[in-house]
DNA sequence: TCTATATATGCAAATATTATTATATTTGCA
DNA sequence: TGCAAATATAATAATATTTGCATATATAGA
C-alpha cells in the first residue's frame, strides 16, 4: 500500500491548477513541452518546472523524441483522481446522527478521560 | 458542479501528512480535539490550526459539545479521495505504444509546426 | 465567583512554493 | 561546423504555508 507520504505526494502533485490542466491534457495522449505552451498562459521555464516536479513524483515520464520531450502518464491513480474532482456532488455528507448543532449535545460515544 | 478551482483547493486542503491522518480518522465517526492530540504527534494549537484550515476549506465542520468541538466530514468527495489514494495499484499505465525508448522515435501524432 | 479544562487565536520565524528572468544544454539540419 | 529550435536549469524574488509559542476565550463545575 501507499506510504502516507507518497498519497500525500500524489495530492500534492495535483493541488496546482496548471498542473491539473496538464495532467487532463495527457489523458488524451501524448504530448510535448511546446503543446503544453500553447494552452497554458505561463512561460515555457514555468511549465518545464510543473512538468519536472510531477516527474520528481513519479505521476509522469517522457521519451525523447529528436529534440522534443514527449511526456506521458505514470502513476495510474492519475486518471482515477481527475475523474473524481471532475464528479458531480450534489450534496454534503449527512451530519452525523447525534449531532444536536446546541451546545447541550452529547459526544456520541464515551469520551476517553 | 464544484469549479476546478474549487476541486484543487480541497486536493490542496488534503495535501499534508497530518491533515490526511485527521480525515482518515474523521472517516471513521466524530472527534474533537483532543481525540486527535492523542495519536498526532503535534502540539494542540497546531491540530487547531490544521482543522481550521480544512473547515475554511469547506471539508470538515464541528458542533459544540459543551467545551468540546466535535468535528466531523462534510465534504462527500473526501471519502472517495481518501479511498483513492490508499488503493493499491499494481502497475504503472502502459506506456503510449508509440513509445521507443530510444531517441528515434515519431511523435504519436502529426506535429503542429 | 473561581478554577481547571478544552480549544482557539495572533504573531513571528522557518520553510516551501511559485513565477520570472537569464542562461545553458541538446539536437536537427543547412 | 554553426545556427536555431526545444527544452532544462539556476538564481532570484515574491508570496504562501507551516510551526511554535504565548495568550485568549469559553464553559463546566466547585
Redesign the pocket.
Known sequence: MRSIRHRVEVL?AM??P?RVQILEELLKGVK???DFEEFLE????????????LRRFGVID?Y?D????CYFLKDPIVPDLITLIKKDYIKELPAPACCPVT?KGKYPRERR?
Do not use: D, E, F, T
Request: glycine share 4%; net charge positive.
Open positions: 500534492k493541488a496546482h496548471v510535448c513541452v511546446s505561463i512561460s515555457q521555464p514555468n511549465v518545464s518546472q510543473h512538468l519536472s516536479l517522457y525523447m529528436g529534440r522534443l520531450r451546545k478521560r
